[in-house]
């Protein structure tokens, strides 16, 4: 199957640029924390002939799939099956010590929004799933289901940015009362029903949208793992090594955004005539800010538009 028909990795050529100055040492290891579909690791083995490959997936079918697409690349190629904040178990069990880069993608993967069956995407009814791993886990309808007033409010507040999280979970409250809620089709028609209708001709998007996306990030615990990998990840890099992040939602890129700010920045006490090694910055910065798709690749590929890229260089080991 020619995967490139059915899924376009998001900023390749400029994730290629940022890696590449550390991909050039015969025998580099790149770790491609959120593995998905392959897409970015077939073109970094692709173009870097000597590197060994470590992806990591919590989702099984993206694994196998995976699996097939970098078949042709041999035992270049460890795939793993894990969260990506157990990226040093993971490496470690490779036979691995430091590593060269590392790239994450974060969020839903197409894989997981083009199978409806997985209930991801409000725009198809499903089963309410959303589990990135469906081997274990609690199920968004088990969120629907157990969690009270107050969680639902403030997990859509916190994980969706929702301003009507209240009316939300006091609509779910009152409509699981008379019956379950299994599917998306169903938290959807609640969703809307509990919208005003001025609200809705605000334009602020479907109802539905930031709900999705709080039970996706409950569900998956998306920011307690982004926030123990990005430190685990950043102490596998050697001096000259690189890490690329790619977010596709605020709360994902101020994590990212701190961790790299934290590691670029000298803790000297002010007033010190010497910086003492101790205190010196660790990483420094790749890109200004957080770079995004240019208008050409968004309209190629929609699911670029919310991208936040950021990328940083280790220079220093840790004192």
Do not use: W
């Not at 009362?177 to 959807?188: E, K, M």
């Amino acid at each position: 199957m020619d995967y490139s028909e059915i899924h376009t990795p998001v900023l390749l050529e400029r994730c290629v640029e940022l890696l590449a100055p550390a991909l050039t040492n015969p025998g580099a290891v790149l770790v491609d924390a959120t593995e998905g579909m392959g897409g970015h690791s077939e073109a970094l083995l692709a173009r870097f002939a000597d590197i060994r490959l470590i992806g990591l997936d919590r989702d099984t079918d993206a694994l196998r799939i995976a699996g097939d697409r970098l078949a042709r690349f041999g035992d270049r190629v460890t795939l793993v099956h894990t969260v990506y904040d157990g990226i040093a178990e993971a490496v470690a069990s490779a036979g691995v010590r430091r590593v060269d880069g590392i790239l994450f993608d974060l969020g839903v993967s197409s894989l997981q929004l083009d199978e409806a069956d997985r209930g991801f995407a409000y725009a198809h009814d499903a089963p309410l799933d959303m589990r990135m791993d469906q081997t274990a886990g609690t199920t968004a309808a088990d969120v629907i289901a157990t969690y009270g007033e107050g969680d639902l409010r403030r997990i859509f507040e916190r994980y969706g940015e929702e301003k009507l999280a209240g009316r939300y979970a006091r609509a779910i409250i009152a409509a699981r009362a008379d019956t379950p809620i299994l599917r998306s089709g169903q938290l959807v028609d609640i969703l809307v029903a509990a919208t005003p209708v001025a609200v809705q001709r605000e334009g602020r998007g479907h109802p539905a949208k930031r709900v999705f996306q709080a039970l996706r990030i409950e569900v998956n615990a998306e920011l307690s793992v982004l926030d123990r990998a990005l430190p685990a990840a950043m102490g596998l890099l050697r001096v000259g090594g690189r890490i690329v992040v790619m977010s596709y939602q605020s709360l994902e890129d101020r994590l990212v955004k701190r961790a790299f700010a934290d590691a670029s920045t000298s803790t000297s006490p002010a007033g010190l005539p010497v910086e003492l090694p101790e205190h010196a910055a660790r990483f420094r910065l790749l890109v200004k800010g957080a770079e995004l798709a240019s208008d050409e690749e968004r309209a190629r590929n929609p699911r670029a538009t919310p991208v936040r890229l950021r990328a940083a260089e280790r220079i220093a080991e840790a004192a």
